[in-house]
């Protein structure tokens, strides 16, 4: 069975939680209190490891502060960006 991961979008998606995090100055385990998820999900995740479900990007983005269209359109942006420089 082919695997439906995508393993540049979750590395992405990693880069993206993993500087929000840091640019509001909290731990993954603050972010995970304030997401109401695992502290080591929260790790998985940004190491690309775990993909969130629907539920967890909720949960995450209200972590965030942000609300969840933005959060994956800065991840999309990311994401395309990581494309082009890989195909120089």
Known sequence: MKSTQNLELMKAFAAEL???RSDLG??????????DVNRTFVAKL???QNQPTLTVLFKLA???????????QT???RYKTEARMSRK
Do not use: D
């Open 18 to 20: 993993k500087a929000r």
């Open 26 to 35: 909290i731990s993954q385990e603050e972010l995970a209190y304030r997401s």
């Open 46 to 48: 940004e190491l690309a």
């Open 62 to 72: 209200g972590g965030l502060g942000a609300e969840l269209p933005e959060l994956l």
């Open 75 to 77: 991840t999309l942006k």
